[in-house]
């Protein structure tokens, strides 16, 4: 089983930056796609940034030049920076991770979710 846990969200005035962290621990073999997904109050789960283990990304287009999503292989991490946050950033924020086990499976995983509140 592989879990993940979450950290850096919270409250921050609109044009304010925050830095997501989700580190991966477990059985795992190898970790393939890394993500941030977010969910407002009342909408769907919706992606926000991916990475792959080339280090190809891509980005909702509500992001696009404000997030930058980005992972550290040795520490089983992803990150995801923050800059000019708006209100209609709010949401909690769910890591996934991709990857192989070492008994050649494959799995998903899910974080926890961390609230990121973006209000004056």
């Known amino acids: 089983q592989v879990q993940l846990v979450e950290s850096g969200g919270g409250l921050v005035q609109p044009g304010g930056s925050l830095r997501l962290s989700c580190a991966a621990s477990g059985s795992m073999f190898s970790l393939s796609r890394m993500g941030w997904y977010r969910q407002a109050p009342g909408k769907q789960r919706e992606l926000a940034a991916a990475?792959?283990?080339?280090?190809?990304?891509n980005y909702a287009d509500s992001v696009k030049g404000r997030f930058t999503i980005s992972r550290d292989d040795a520490k089983n991490t992803v990150y995801l920076q923050m800059n000019s946050l708006k209100p209609e950033d709010t949401a909690v924020y769910y890591c996934?991770?991709?990857?192989?086990?070492?008994?050649?499976?494959?799995?998903?995983?899910w974080g926890q979710g961390t609230q990121v509140t973006v209000s004056s």
């Open positions: 990475i792959t283990s080339v280090g190809m990304t």
């Open positions: 996934n991770v991709m990857g192989t086990t070492g008994l050649g499976g494959t799995f998903g995983s």
